[in-house]
């Protein structure tokens, strides 16, 4: 190991004693077990040029293999023999000269745009990989039908990349020229309907690929929301994005007016800065508030145009979420008051997301204030029992909210985390009034585009999939999912192809929408 990072010039800046570890257990001395784990990290020049695993170009690329062991396909210790019982006689090994040759061919082509996609065979072996790489890309393939079962599931050091067939000569040449090995081709992606990879359906290949995690889900669940999910995978689900605006950026000049929002956070609030870092972007000038600040009167609301309550979890959410830091703002009266004044100008706008929803919640701020009590809305815990963190659809609904406007009718991919976002009206006549003053401007959709309260397209069983909340004025608006961890486009789990040529995240625009009231 000394000799291969010397040779790759990797350095170790710090680690672990404890390979030197042992503990008494049960009256048995356990020594630590004697392997040795480098982790090797750099910089990046630009974060935007990133290779992933999921098949773009379905139908249209090949996929070929750049084989570190050099033709050999040793089994000692792969997954396949320990399936089988064994554990093998020769492992695979690393060469850290040619592992270095060819990461330098790789960057050249991954430059020069050759390279679609990329994944590494030392996981599982080949066939995981390209079944991996087919599963991401919600595609099939064909592939050499002359492949042994040793090379299919040999973990050597290898990379699958998927390529133009125009693209091959190139690709030979530069890993010639830097003296990497030679690519060997696979075979080709496929575009279908009911895509296969080695003759298996895809939705299968899927269901055997999640069949251990969906035994933990079943454990970790309630309410057979693990059966849900995993009766999904008997079919191929595509992506149903859609744009109904064209997204640009935002051109802030220096002497610009900017107006000031108050980012207001508590103990255990967490999306502050990506909140702040949005709003900036966008023209507008954020201001780090915490609700100290407003008891101790150093700062008042009076002095913002717009108000944002970010996600995380304020005070642990030890008092149920948000509880705690809406009984600070409603049993201080001068609080209580600000915050009311604020809600009441009609030159401000709110924003509340995750934990801030929450907050808006149980101030009673939505759909319409001053409900009683109990006719309000509330956030329950989710269906699932447990704490979701996942990329999910939503689709813009028309509404009067000024932060969506011009957005109406886009379905956006969006990241959500939450352990309470079930949307429970306790009175149907308020849930009525929603629907008939269309004041839920953001629902989840599932393959069809349509709202829907079935797991995980909706993943807190909210009623007829609504994730947000707004008022009839339009000035106030709270949500589920998180638009500000998904306002730049490499923050975003899944972009589709065809909005390549688009380079300002679709969210970006609930930030200008704030920006352009004030022009």
Same mark, same amino acid.
């Given at each position: 190991?000394?000799?291969?990072? =010397?040779?790759?010039?990797?350095?170790?800046?710090?680690?672990?004693?404890?390979?030197?570890?042992?503990?008494?257990?049960?009256?048995?001395?356990?020594?630590? *077990?004697?392997?040795?784990?480098?982790?090797?990290?750099?910089?990046?020049?630009? =974060?935007?040029?990133?290779?992933?695993?999921?098949?773009?170009?379905?139908?249209?690329?090949?996929?070929?293999?750049?084989?570190?062991?050099?033709?050999?396909?040793?089994?000692?210790?792969?997954?396949?023999?320990?399936?089988?019982?064994?554990?093998?006689?020769?492992?695979?090994?690393?060469?850290?000269?040619?592992?270095?040759?060819?990461?330098?061919?790789?960057?050249?082509?991954?430059?020069?745009?050759?390279?679609?996609?990329?994944?590494?065979?030392?996981?599982?072996?080949?066939?995981?990989?390209?079944?991996?790489?087919?599963?991401?890309?919600?595609?099939?393939?064909?592939?050499?039908?002359?492949?042994?079962?040793?090379?299919?599931?040999?973990?050597?050091?290898?990379?699958?990349?998927?390529?133009? *067939?125009?693209?091959?000569?190139?690709?030979?040449?530069?890993?010639?020229?830097?003296?990497?090995?030679?690519?060997?081709?696979?075979?080709?992606?496929?575009?279908?309907?009911?895509?296969?990879?080695?003759?298996?359906?895809?939705?299968?290949?899927?269901?055997?690929?999640?069949?251990?995690?969906?035994?933990?889900?079943?454990?970790?669940?309630?309410?057979?929301?693990?059966?849900?999910?995993?009766?999904?995978? !008997?079919?191929?689900?595509?992506?149903?994005?859609?744009?109904?605006?064209?997204?640009?950026?935002?051109?802030?000049?220096?002497?610009?007016?900017?107006?000031?929002?108050?980012?207001?956070?508590?103990?255990?609030?967490?999306?502050?800065?990506?909140?702040?870092?949005?709003?900036?972007?966008?023209?507008?000038?954020?201001?780090?508030?915490?609700?100290?600040?407003?008891?101790?009167?150093?700062?008042?609301?009076?002095?913002?145009?717009?108000?944002?309550? *970010?996600?995380?979890?304020?005070?642990?959410?030890?008092?149920?979420?948000?509880?705690?830091?809406?009984?600070?703002?409603?049993?201080? *009266?001068?609080?209580?008051?600000?915050?009311?004044?604020?809600?009441?100008?009609?030159?401000?706008?709110?924003?509340?997301?995750?934990?801030?929803?929450?907050?808006? !919640?149980?101030?009673?701020?939505?759909?319409?204030?001053?409900?009683?009590?109990?006719?309000?809305? !509330?956030?329950?815990?989710?269906?699932?029992?447990?704490?979701?963190?996942?990329?999910?659809?939503?689709?813009?609904?028309?509404?009067?909210?000024?932060?969506?406007?011009?957005?109406?009718?886009?379905?956006?991919?969006?990241?959500?985390?939450?352990?309470?976002?079930?949307?429970?009206?306790?009175?149907? !006549?308020?849930?009525?009034?929603?629907?008939?003053?269309?004041?839920?401007?953001?629902?989840?959709?599932?393959?069809?585009?349509?709202?829907?309260?079935?797991?995980?397209?909706?993943?807190?069983?909210?009623?007829?999939?609504?994730?947000?909340?707004?008022?009839?004025?339009?000035?106030?608006?709270?949500?589920?999912?998180?638009?500000?961890?998904?306002?730049?486009?490499?923050?975003?789990?899944?972009?589709?192809?065809?909005?390549?040529?688009?380079?300002?995240?679709?969210?970006?625009? =609930?930030?200008?929408?704030?920006?352009?009231?004030?022009?």
């Amino acid at each position: 190991m000394r000799d291969a990072m =010397i040779s790759l010039g990797i350095a170790p800046d710090g680690g672990k004693d404890s390979l030197s570890m042992a503990a008494t257990v049960d009256g048995e001395l356990v020594k630590a *077990p004697g392997e040795l784990v480098i982790l090797g990290y750099a910089s990046m020049p630009d =974060i935007t040029k990133v290779l992933t695993p999921d098949i773009k170009a379905p139908g249209e690329s090949c996929l070929g293999l750049v084989d570190f062991g050099l033709g050999k396909n040793r089994l000692g210790g792969s997954a396949l023999l320990q399936a089988l019982n064994q554990i093998g006689d020769e492992s695979p090994d690393c060469d850290p000269e040619l592992l270095k040759a060819t990461w330098k061919a790789i960057q050249i082509l991954h430059d020069c745009g050759a390279i679609l996609s990329l994944h590494d065979r030392s996981d599982g072996g080949l066939a995981t990989t390209l079944i991996e790489m087919c599963l991401g890309g919600n595609c099939g393939a064909a592939i050499n039908g002359s492949l042994s079962l040793a090379s299919l599931f040999s973990e050597e050091l290898g990379l699958v990349i998927e390529y133009q *067939p125009k693209d091959k000569d190139l690709i030979d040449r530069v890993l010639k020229n830097e003296g990497a090995p030679l690519l060997v081709k696979l075979g080709k992606t496929i575009s279908g309907r009911v895509p296969r990879v080695f003759g298996i359906d895809l939705s299968t290949l899927r269901q055997w690929w999640e069949a251990t995690s969906h035994q933990l889900e079943k454990l970790q669940t309630k309410n057979g929301v693990a059966n849900e999910e995993f009766a999904t995978y !008997q079919a191929v689900h595509e992506p149903v994005y859609h744009l109904s605006f064209t997204p640009s950026a935002t051109v802030v000049k220096g002497g610009d007016f900017r107006p000031r929002v108050a980012v207001v956070r508590e103990e255990g609030t967490n999306g502050d800065r990506e909140m702040a870092a949005a709003f900036y972007t966008a023209g507008l000038d954020p201001f780090d508030i915490t609700m100290s600040d407003l008891l101790a009167e150093r700062i008042t609301l009076d002095q913002f145009q717009g108000l944002v309550a *970010p996600g995380g979890f304020s005070f642990m959410d030890v008092f149920d979420s948000a509880k705690g830091q809406a009984g600070v703002i409603k049993f201080n *009266p001068k609080l209580r008051e600000m915050f009311d004044r604020f809600y009441d100008r009609t030159d401000t706008f709110s924003l509340g997301v995750c934990n801030g929803f929450q907050l808006f !919640q149980r101030l009673g701020w939505l759909p319409i204030k001053g409900l009683p009590e109990i006719s309000q809305p !509330q956030l329950i815990r989710n269906r699932s029992g447990r704490f979701e963190s996942r990329w999910v659809q939503v689709k813009i609904q028309p509404s009067p909210s000024v932060l969506l406007a011009g957005m109406e009718g886009s379905t956006l991919g969006v990241h959500i985390a939450h352990g309470e976002g079930r949307l429970h009206f306790p009175d149907l !006549q308020i849930l009525d009034m929603v629907r008939e003053k269309n004041l839920a401007p953001l629902v989840y959709v599932d393959s069809e585009n349509e709202p829907t309260e079935k797991y995980p397209f909706n993943p807190n069983g909210s009623v007829s999939g609504i994730a947000a909340l707004c008022s009839p004025d339009g000035r106030h608006l709270a949500m589920m999912p998180h638009p500000e961890r998904a306002f730049l486009p490499w923050q975003w789990h899944y972009w589709p192809r065809e909005w390549s040529g688009i380079k300002v995240s679709p969210w970006f625009q =609930i930030f200008q929408n704030a920006r352009a009231l004030y022009d």
